[in-house]
């Protein structure tokens, strides 16, 4: 079994113990793949340090740490006590010996509730993966951190923490009836399929390599100019760490490079605020497959058309005159439809779908004829 066959593997198991959670879970493999960090917002009880714990366990060698931060937490629950020993040499340093500061993956519950200090000392080891210990500089081992909160944050000495997490998720309580019932009659996984944590670094730079074509880049760049016009801002920063994201995606997808497939997954990184996630999803869909939607709304505008020309008409005259008017109609539908595809190839979008359409179309239109 391939790597990449590893980890499907692993998603499918998460996916069938984690009901409805299969967007988070797709999410938490990229960030695994990417080293980047997951946001998950939402009510208590909704497994997310669970799926975090278990995304940890299939990685075969992973340290992981949890706690709840809250303002009374301590750095020493967090990071280490204070080093006895350190103290009787004049320098202040801690162990870090099953804190933080050694994981691999990490679930911070509350992330934003905890006192200035703690956030301070965060913020340095998920951005640049360091940890100021005493006298030294240590480079942590994080490859990915689960921040969880029921709100987001509104102070401003927090945006800069809440703007690390490139990826956001809103979770909530199982919605469908027959999913809630799957999940109470649910028994522990029979097997767990892990992966190794050398073989995840070495995925980690495979996915750095695929290359993002210039037609995607442009996309991006597209779709940067679409959300600014609905004043959803991301940061430079944001859209250039998400080409991290995508190539991962790719990776995951089993693909040798992003892709405009790969786009829509954006939808997770480039809102603010979870009411500008539908927009964001609203806008990814018109970007990547606007030209197949337009095209599909003319095949349903054509096959009412056919219906009109070929339904019960009393005389033969009748039916010819509604044949022609239709054929007329039919002919500028057709004109359109070649005009979408036009734009969509100056631009480098798949046309195969699109194509399959038109010749539908074309067909509707022969039928229609045929039937004089």
Known sequence: MTPIETLSRIRDELEQSFVERAEVIEGALVAMLSRAHVLLIGPPGTAKSMLADELCRRIEGAVYFQWLLTKFTTPEEVFGAVSLRGLEADEY??????????????????????????????????????????RTVEHVPLVSLFGATNELPEEDELAALYDRFLLRFVVGYVREDFRFLRMLEAAPSAERTVLPLATLAELQEAAARLPVPPAVLRQIADLRRELGRKQ????????RQSLAALRARALLAGRDSVTEEDLPFLEHVLWRDPAEQAEVRATLRALV?????????????????????????????????????VQTKLRHVLDRVEAILESARQIGRPLGRALAIRDEIAEIERETLRSL
Do not use: C
């Open 232 to 239: 959803i801002v991301a940061s430079d920063r944001r859209y």
């Open 289 to 325: 497959r606007g030209h197949e939607d337009e095209v599909q709304e003319l095949l349903f505008q054509s096959r009412e058309l056919r219906d009109y020309a070929m339904r019960g008409w009393e005389t033969r005259e009748l039916r010819a005159r509604a044949v022609l008017e």
């Open 93 to 134: 340093r801690r162990v870090t010996a099953h804190k933080l500061p050694e994981a691999h993956v990490a679930f911070l519950d509350e992330v934003f509730k905890a006192n200035s200090s703690i956030l301070n000392a965060i913020l340095t080891l998920v951005n640049e993966r360091l940890f100021h210990n005493g």
